[in-house]
C-alpha cells in the first residue's frame, strides 16, 4: 500500500485532538476521508472548516459522522453509512476515539464512588471493545481495498505511552489502552494469516492538541500556545510532540506493506508527567 495514492480512510474521534490533526493531515494529502465523534459541537464546527483543509487541486471527499462509540447498534449503522460512502471499500481504519474525560484528575481506585465503575465502562467501550467491533465491521470493506498491488487495506490502533507508564488514578485509561496492544498483537495474527490485513499500533506520549479544537479556531491559537520552556526541555527530543508527528507514523504504517503487528512509539524521551487538555 502506498499513502503517495488516494486512499479511503476511516478515523474514530475525528473532530477534536489527535484525530482532527490526522483528519487534516489525510484530506489535505488528497485522501477521501470518513471521520466519526461523539461530541455534537466539534463534529459540526469541521463539517464547516474542512473544505479548506483540502488542497485547491485535489478531488478528496470527506464526510462527518456522529456516533457514540459506546452504542453498538450505532456503530454498525455508521459503518453502513460507511460502505456506501467509499463503495464498500476501505483502506485504512484508524481506531483513534478515547474517552479523555477525568483522564487529568482520576478518582483513586479504593474511593466508594459508583462513578469509578462508570468511568471503567466507559473507556474500556469506547476505547477496547468499539475498536474491536469496528475492525470486525470493516474487514470486508478492507478486504476490498484497492491499494497497490492488490494488497488489502491495514488497521491502525492508537494506544498510548500511559499502556506501560501509568500515573496514580488512570487504571481504566492505561488498561484500555493496554488492551490495545494485546488487540492488535492478536488481529495482526488472526486477519493476517486469513486476509493479509496488516494490524499495528501507534504509542503517542505527549502530543500538544490544544489548538486542534474549535475554540482555538476562532482564537487563532498557535500549535506552541500553552507550552514552557520547560516543557520542551523534560524532553530529551528538546521539545513536546505534534500532530504531524503522529501522521508520519501512521504514514508509515500505511505505506510498509511488511510491517504488522508492531508498536510504534512516537516520543521525545520520558522525563514528565503527562499532560491532557481538559
Known amino acids: ?22 483528519f487534516r493531515h489525510f484530506l489535505g494529502a488528497g485522501h477521501s476521508v470518513y471521520i466519526l465523534d461523539s461530541n455534537s459541537a466539534e463534529l459540526e464546527h469541521v463539517r464547516k472548516v474542512a473544505d479548506s483543509w483540502k488542497s485547491v487541486s485535489s478531488s ?3 464526510k462527518a459522522s456522529l456516533c457514540d462509540l459506546r452504542d453498538r447498534a450505532a456503530i454498525k449503522s455508521t459503518i453502513d453509512d460507511v460502505k456506501s460512502v467509499f463503495d464498500g471499500k476501505l483502506d485504512v481504519l484508524i481506531n483513534n476515539a478515547m474517552s479523555t474525560e477525568g483522564v487529568g484528575a482520576g478518582k483513586p481506585m479504593e474511593e466508594d464512588s459508583d ?12 476505547g477496547l471493545t468499539a475498536p474491536y467491533l469496528l475492525s470486525r465491521l470493516c474487514i470486508p470493506l478492507l478486504k476490498a481495498g484497492s491499494s497497490t498491488g492488490g494488497s488489502p487495506g491495514t488497521i491502525i490502533n492508537v494506544s498510548s505511552t ?37 494490524v499495528n ?14 475554540e482555538a479556531d476562532g482564537k487563532d491559537v498557535l500549535w506552541e500556545e500553552g507550552l514552557t520552556k520547560e516543557d520542551g526541555d523534560w524532553h530529551p527530543a528538546g521539545r513536546v510532540g505534534k500532530v504531524e508527528d503522529v501522521a ?27 499532560v491532557y487538555p481538559e
Do not use: C
Open 115 to 126: 462513578e469509578i465503575m462508570d468511568d471503567w465502562d466507559t473507556k474500556i467501550a469506547v
Open 1 to 22: 500500500m502506498s499513502s503517495t495514492q488516494p486512499l479511503r480512510i476511516l478515523i474514530t474521534g475525528g473532530a477534536r485532538g489527535i484525530g482532527r490533526g490526522l
Open 201 to 214: 499500533t501507534i504509542l503517542p506520549g505527549w502530543i500538544h492538541v490544544m489548538n486542534e479544537r474549535a
Open 60 to 62: 478528496a471527499t470527506w
Open 248 to 274: 508520519k507514523a501512521a504514514e508509515y504504517l500505511i505505506g510498509n506493506g511488511f510491517v504488522t503487528g508492531q508498536e510504534i512509539t512516537v516520543d521525545g524521551g520520558v522525563g514528565r508527567k503527562m
Open 162 to 198: 500511559r499502556a506501560h507508564q501509568a500515573e496514580d488514578n488512570h487504571e481504566a485509561y492505561s488498561a484500555a489502552k493496554a488492551g490495545i496492544i494485546g488487540l492488535t498483537q492478536s488481529m495482526s495474527i488472526s486477519l493476517g494469516h486469513r486476509h493479509k490485513i496488516r
